[in-house]
């Protein structure tokens, strides 16, 4: 069982994210006991079996970078558990599919990132309205994720807004004209 | 110029106590090459054919006397004595070890520097006109803009992690000195019919493998809206530019396959959410921004009779304020470009030494402060016209008062194959050796203003694209040649040069210009500069002059060896 980041702390993880195989089909593939996080595909094709298990609390739904967030609209309010999976961690698509996910879509319940997820994004993470980080499970020793914590306060005012901080650093803070200070 | 404030001071500091710990893990082998080399490279960091090469951020090339005495510091201590200024108005060194990183950035901290950006898939330094604030041709001060859009793009959450480098450039006077048309977006600031401040957006530009030209993507954005605007421009690209290809990741290629008004569609949906959100700009934090910089107060002299003497007495003087000094727009203050285009040095390198020697220029002629520029030169913005002659003694002295600026061996070049480990051939050599042919300053003059632009690589840092003549290296079963273009433009005009024929050895690079400007002296009309006589007359002429003097050299030695 992996481990997870959730309100500045290390968790171990309840969930299980569901990836398909090559051969394996949405529409037939065997979910795993337990609480489960399955992709987008698995979602559509058998909505009707697996909303009741969403509305339970007991099932979530992952999307991949180039997947539209905007095809979840119709169930963000059952779904207590949204995933969105970096492929590398240098795909920076799904700090946008966060972003649009907290603001536009206006998806209040858990927003996990999974995959390549590594503690220099952490601050970057967050901001973009993630609520859990999922570092790839092996990647982190027990102290080296306590260490990681570290990462998620790397920086105290930001400039701009985000979610985690909707106003821009202008508008949270009164920021004094030069004449204002001691030469 | 801008001074920083608790918050900018404090996220600077934050980065410095980020990366150390970033290079600590690093080292400590916790973190991987390929993990380590996005956060290195977001903080300028590069691994070179020497050493790392650091890439320091000088934002629209700001700079005052405290930083260039730091740059000149470090140049000595953690490097081989010097500095180059980059096109993008940066300033990098190429031989630092990469031990030594945190400890500079420790110190540029102490001088309101970083090196934040200034590489990596993500919004890079904003650059704009170095005459910005005293040019005589400007309808608004650009630099607060830029220092908005720089807090802005500053550790940005969303585009941290885009497809592609990411680079804007902002314009604020009749003639563009920003190249904003060859930029990922171009911000050129305008007024509307109603007499209202805002910007036109040009988006899509960019030199490199693919040369384009940026296109309008939007004629008016209300000033307040600019972040917005330029949020959903970004949040298209993240979403939906190319990830698969390192060469077709640029926005350029986005742009191109959507076409202009698709892609202006798409943002204009994203731009309707985000209009009048909370990064709708105020009166207030325009004026919070422009009131931090500390810009002297200038009033307008008397003409300085003393000048005007100078001038007409001292040949040498009058050559230099000929083609260095440019008017200002207060009466009796000029500016002054000091060129880093001496013979037999390498465009934009300035010696710790002259690092020094430049602050204290600044500081005693040019309250303080001096810019970078596109051309990899350095200007001192204000400069008192009773100043002018003392001011140029001493930069005589140093070595920075060639009167070549705009002239042929004013040169652009990246570092090329003697330092950077992704070029094809090299370009300092190249540049030095043109130079070296053109050494006759009479005859600079008569051949009047030209832009000789050259890249190593096609990834075109010496933006040979948009250089009236334009040298590539290319790489040819491993032996270095050049390819030519001419009838490239930068500015209001913009333009793409047109490739010439098949490429040079190394060696033949002056007889090949010599060549081309003998054409255009042949051919110009009154006082034609060469791009006119280009665009008049065609590349053609250009062409078959060329390789005709080419063939009878061939042949001449041909019979020599005989």
């Given amino acids: 069982m992996s481990d997870i980041i959730k309100n500045g702390r290390v968790h171990a993880d309840e969930w299980t994210v569901l990836r398909l195989a090559e051969g394996d089909e949405a529409a037939t593939i065997a979910l795993p006991a337990g609480r489960v996080i399955v992709p987008l595909a698995v979602w559509q094709a058998r909505r009707e079996e697996l909303l009741p298990k969403a509305e339970a609390g007991v099932l979530g739904v992952w999307l991949a970078g180039n997947e539209n967030p905007a095809a979840l609209t119709a169930d963000l309010s059952a779904l207590p558990l949204v995933a969105v999976d970096f492929p590398k961690f240098a795909d920076g698509r799904g700090y946008s599919i966060a972003t649009l996910l907290r603001t536009r879509l206006g998806y209040g319940g858990e927003l996990r990132a999974i995959g390549n997820v590594l503690r220099d994004q952490f601050f970057f993470l967050l901001r973009c309205g993630f609520s859990v980080l999922q570092p790839q499970e092996g990647k982190y020793t027990p102290a080296q994720l306590d260490a990681a914590l570290a990462s998620l306060n790397d920086f105290s005012e930001p400039y701009q807004a985000a979610v985690d901080r909707p106003e821009p650093l202008f508008r949270r803070q009164s920021r004094r004209p030069l004449q204002g200070e001691a030469a | ?562």
């Avoid at chain 2, 009166?283 to 200038?298: C, H, K, T, W, Y």
């Avoid at chain 2, 050559?319 to 009466?331: E, K």
């Fill in chain 2, 1 to 562: 110029m801008y001074q920083y404030d608790e918050y900018d001071q404090r996220i600077v500091d934050e980065r410095v106590a980020q990366f150390a710990d970033q290079t600590r893990r690093y080292l400590a082998g916790e973190l991987t090459e390929d993990e380590f080399r996005p956060l290195r490279l977001q903080n300028g960091l590069y691994i070179q054919r020497h050493a790392p090469m650091l890439r320091i951020a000088v934002p629209y090339g700001n700079l005052n006397s405290k930083q260039l005495r730091t740059l000149g510091h470090i140049a000595r201590t953690y490097d081989r004595g010097y500095g180059h200024i980059t096109t993008r108005q940066n300033v990098q060194f190429n031989w630092p070890r990469l031990e030594d990183v945190p400890e500079i950035l420790d110190q540029l901290a102490k001088v309101q520097m970083h090196a934040i950006q200034t590489s990596g898939n993500c919004i890079r330094n904003v650059t704009s006109d170095p005459f910005a604030g005293v040019a005589a041709d400007e309808i608004v001060d650009p630099r607060p803009w830029c220092e908005i859009l720089r807090q802005w793009s500053t550790f940005h959450p969303e585009f941290a992690f885009l497809p592609r480098k990411f680079k804007i450039a902002v314009n604020g006077a009749k003639e563009d000195r920003a190249v904003i048309r060859v930029h990922d977006i171009g911000l050129d600031i305008v007024h509307n019919a109603a007499g209202e401040l805002g910007f036109r957006v040009l988006v899509g530009g960019g030199l490199g493998r693919t040369p384009i030209i940026g296109e309008e993507v939007a004629a008016f954005v209300p000033w307040q809206q600019i972040l917005n605007y330029c949020e959903a421009i970004l949040r298209v690209y993240n979403l939906h530019g190319r990830r698969d290809n390192a060469y077709k990741a640029r926005i350029k290629i986005l742009v191109k396959a959507l076409g202009v008004p698709e892609f202006a569609r798409q943002v204009e949906e994203e731009f309707a959410h985000l209009k009048d959100g909370p990064s709708t700009l105020t009166q207030a934090e325009i004026d919070r921004v422009a009131g931090r910089f500390n810009d002297p107060v200038l009033s307008a002299l008397a003409q300085d009779a003393g000048y005007r003497a100078r001038l007409a007495e001292d040949k040498a003087f009058a050559a230099w304020a000929r083609r260095n000094v440019r008017n200002h727009r207060v009466q009796g203050y000029a500016s002054v470009v000091l060129s880093l285009k001496p013979y037999g040095v390498a465009p934009g390198d300035l010696t710790a030494d002259q690092f020094d020697a430049v602050a204290e220029l600044a500081d005693r002629y040019a309250f303080g402060e001096v810019r970078s520029t596109h051309e990899q030169n350095i200007v001192l913005a204000s400069v008192r016209e009773a100043d002018l002659f003392a001011l140029w003694q001493e930069a005589r002295a140093i070595g920075l008062a060639t009167p070549n600026i705009g002239l042929l061996t004013d040169i652009i070049s990246c570092p090329g194959g003697d330092f950077c480990a992704l070029a094809n051939a090299k370009s300092i050599p190249i540049a030095n050796a043109i130079q070296d042919r053109f050494d006759n300053l009479d005859y600079l003059f008569d051949i009047g203003e030209l832009e000789i632009n050259i890249s190593g690589c096609m990834n075109a840092c010496g933006h040979h694209h948009v250089g009236h003549i334009g040298i590539l290296g290319v790489d040819k079963n491993g032996e270095e040649f050049y390819q030519v273009t001419i009838g490239g433009d930068q500015g209001n005009q913009t333009t793409l040069g047109k490739v010439i024929g098949p490429s040079f050895a190394a060696a033949e690079m002056p007889d090949v210009i010599s060549s081309l400007i003998n054409n255009f002296i042949d051919n110009r009309q009154d006082d034609e500069r060469f791009i006119d006589t280009v665009r008049r007359i065609g590349v053609e002429s250009f062409k078959t002059r060329v390789y005709a003097e080419r063939t009878a050299r061939l042949e001449a030695k041909e019979i020599a060896h005989v």
